[in-house]
């Protein structure tokens, strides 16, 4: 191949990334608009007037607004999702029997997925449980709810090494241990430490390193259980407010711990904390509540207020559309404002913080677990 012809391939796949991302802003504004504060979210963000078509429209109760010219239209026709609704549990392990015979329901969680991949060249089709170098699982059993993320860290691709097979398989393992017999959903530590462990036992090593947050909603006391390592995390909102959070580990600005399986013979030279550093949590949930669990590519570029705005909408909503729907609009969000030079991202605000010049969003793999308690 001519140098001439390989620039042209080259100009052609940043052609279609351009209207790949320009697709997304108007799939931003269509899930935001299809969400009641959406629209109002939207706005604030572009100062954009409100268009005359929604300003005398209605709820009608089902997640759309009438006289909507868009609500023909499917806000995830280019959004990667999947949705673990509370249908996936049924029977016996959906109640709570006491000693009097009486059955006390048993809380649920409605659980959707969302993500994008930073370089959609590189990763131009979905993998489940994958969102570029980001991974994440989901599962369930009748005494806990499970649900976790990873990033994978993208220094390694300098080394000819792909960030993304670590994480994913540190949360396949995570998925499977926790339909272990021995599983306990009140340590999700533990959960951690044996996929970590089991991942370095592997005949095939497998390089690489990524951030990772664990949370277990234990069905028996309604309490969330949580361990997290590095800059992923979670948020809990309730009555509109953040009630529970999970702090940043960093060792400085823009390196956050990590677990990390070296190169044989590289121990030394590869930054590495082992899963005894995680952070863990627990906290009585309510129903109402609302998680969201993401990587840093939605911390960094979505200020907080917002993320509120939209999840303090879906307290209580155990329609999994509506869920998919909010899902999608954060998603979206940290999507677009990633890739806008003027956007005065959280990530820019602290970069500034440390005298470090830095402005507008920051590109990145982005991965959003959002939940409901009903």
Not at 226 to 242: C, M, T
Not at 250 to 278: I, K, R, W
Request: glycine share 8%; proline share 5%.
């Amino acid at each position: 191949m001519d140098v001439e012809t390989s620039l042209d391939i080259e100009g052609t796949l940043r052609t279609i990334q351009q209207a790949i991302i320009s697709c997304c802003e108007q799939l931003l504004e269509i899930a935001m608009i299809l969400t009641n504060k959406g629209g109002q979210i939207l706005r604030r963000l572009r100062g954009a007037s409100v268009p005359e078509p929604f300003q005398n429209s209605q709820n009608i109760g089902d997640g759309s607004m009438s006289e909507n010219p868009y609500q023909r239209l499917n806000p995830m026709i280019d959004a990667q999702y999947t949705i673990l609704g509370s249908e996936n549990l049924v029977g016996e392990g959906d109640y709570l029997r006491l000693e009097n015979n009486i059955n006390n329901q048993l809380p649920r969680l409605v659980s959707v997925t969302c993500g994008f991949a930073k370089d959609h060249i590189r990763y131009p089709e979905y993998d489940r449980g994958k969102f570029g170098e980001d991974a994440w699982f989901m599962s369930s059993s009748p005494q806990a709810y499970i649900m976790g993320v990873a990033d994978g860290v993208g220094g390694w691709r300098n080394y000819g090494v792909d960030p993304g097979k670590f994480s994913m398989s540190l949360m396949r393992s995570c998925e499977r241990i926790s339909h272990a017999p021995d599983f306990e959903p009140k340590r999700p530590e533990i959960l951690l430490e044996r996929a970590y462990c089991d991942l370095l036992d592997q005949k095939c090593s497998i390089v690489g390193s990524c951030t990772a947050c664990i949370l277990s909603l234990n069905r028996d006391n309604n309490t969330l259980y949580a361990a997290n390592i590095g800059d992923s995390g979670f948020l809990v909102v309730r009555s509109g407010k953040v009630v529970c959070r999970s702090q940043e580990q960093q060792h400085q600005f823009n390196t956050p711990y990590q677990l990390a399986s070296p190169p044989p013979g590289y121990e030394f030279h590869v930054l590495s904390d082992g899963p005894e550093s995680a952070d863990t949590i627990k906290f009585p949930m309510q129903q109402g509540d609302v998680i969201l669990l993401a990587t840093d590519g939605v911390y960094d570029n979505v200020l907080e207020s917002v993320l509120v705005e939209v999840l303090t909408e879906m307290s209580g909503i155990s329609n999994s559309v509506q869920l998919q729907m909010a899902a999608n609009t954060v998603a979206l969000m940290a999507r677009t404002l990633s890739f806008n030079r003027n956007h005065d991202s959280p990530f820019s605000q602290n970069a500034r913080k440390l005298n470090i010049d830095a402005w507008g969003g920051k590109p990145d793999d982005i991965t959003v677990l959002l939940a409901s308690v009903v």
